[in-house]
Nanobody
Framework: VQLVESGGAWVQPGKSLRLSCAAA????????MYWFRQAPGKERELVAI????????TYADSVKGRFTISRDNAKEVVYLQLNSLKPEDTAVYYC?????WGQGTQVTVSS
C-alpha cells in the first residue's frame, strides 16, 4: 500500500485548500478511505471517512460543514476540501487505508 498526500500550505483564516492523496498497491475502489490530522502536541484524530462508492461520509464534529471528502476511483485519489479554515485546523493531514499511512501534508492556518 502506498499513499502520497499533497496540497498542504500556509493560508490565512477563512481561506480554502484542497488536499489530495494518491493511492497505489491495492484495489482502491474496494475500500473506505480516511483522512486524519495531528496537531502539534496532540494525538492523531480522525477527520473524515468516505465509503467505496463515494456517497457515504462521516465527519468529525469540528470540521462538519467546512470540510468535504471525495474520491475519484478511476484516478485512485481521495481528496479533502478544506473551507473556512481556522487556526485550530493547523496540523499534519494524513490519509489512511488498510492500516497504512502516507507521509502527511502540513496545513498551517495563521494570519
Amino acid at each position: 500500500v502506498q499513499l502520497v498526500e499533497s496540497g498542504g500550505a500556509w493560508v490565512q483564516p477563512g481561506k480554502s485548500l484542497r488536499l489530495s492523496c494518491a493511492a497505489a498497491g491495492f484495489t482502491f475502489r474496494d475500500h473506505h478511505m480516511y483522512w486524519f490530522r495531528q496537531a502539534p502536541g496532540k494525538e492523531r484524530e480522525l477527520v473524515a471517512i468516505l465509503n467505496q462508492s463515494g456517497d457515504g461520509t462521516t465527519y468529525a464534529d469540528s470540521v462538519k460543514g467546512r470540510f468535504t471528502i471525495s474520491r475519484d476511483n478511476a484516478k485512485e485519489v481521495v481528496y479533502l476540501q478544506l473551507n473556512s479554515l481556522k487556526p485550530e485546523d493547523t496540523a499534519v493531514y494524513y490519509c489512511n487505508c488498510l492500516n497504512s499511512w502516507g507521509q502527511g501534508t502540513q496545513v498551517t492556518v495563521s494570519s
